[in-house]
């Protein structure tokens, strides 16, 4: 894959299994690289520094009530209960979100509308993610 930026290793989040939708490295395509880059390392840091997770997923979520509404998603399977997982949540969040804060705004808003990131435990990653 090829996103315009610094790197094409964006996607690489270390030494769990990540999983790429072709939709969503076609979607990626269209964000702006650098700032694409700037939140996949804030990611990818964040996940190096967590022992609790386990796998990734990169995919393309498409509204069907809303024509043309695609976002990708980062998902990350973390093994925890719940009150853990709202706290590595709280704490990935504080990550992206100084990236964010550092965006232009015209990116900003397209990464609020086009980017997503998602944390599941429990039953959910259990249903996603079976052995």
């Known amino acids: 894959?090829?996103?315009?930026?610094?790197?094409?290793?964006?996607l690489d989040f270390g030494s769990i299994?990540?999983?790429?939708?072709?939709e969503a490295e076609e979607l990626l395509r269209r964000l702006p690289g650098r700032s694409?880059?700037?939140?996949?390392?804030?990611?990818?840091q964040w996940v190096e520094s967590q022992t609790r997770v386990k796998s990734a997923s990169i995919t393309a979520v498409s509204e069907p009530e809303g024509p043309g509404w695609t976002e990708v998603i980062v998902q990350l399977a973390v093994d925890a209960d719940s009150e853990l997982a709202l706290r590595l949540w709280?704490?990935?969040?504080?990550?992206?979100?100084?990236v964010k804060a550092?965006?232009?705004?015209?990116?900003?808003a397209l990464f609020d509308e086009r980017f997503g990131v998602h944390m599941v435990?429990?039953?959910d990653n259990d249903?996603?993610?079976p052995n």
């Open 1 to 10: 894959m090829t996103i315009r930026g610094p790197k094409p290793t964006a």
């Open 17 to 22: 299994p990540t999983r790429v939708q072709p």
């Open 36 to 44: 694409l880059f700037a939140l996949l390392t804030a990611i990818r």
């Open 90 to 98: 709280d704490d990935l969040a504080g990550s992206v979100d100084e």
């Open 102 to 108: 550092r965006l232009s705004p015209e990116d900003k």
């Open 121 to 123: 435990w429990g039953e």
């Open 127 to 129: 249903r996603r993610h």
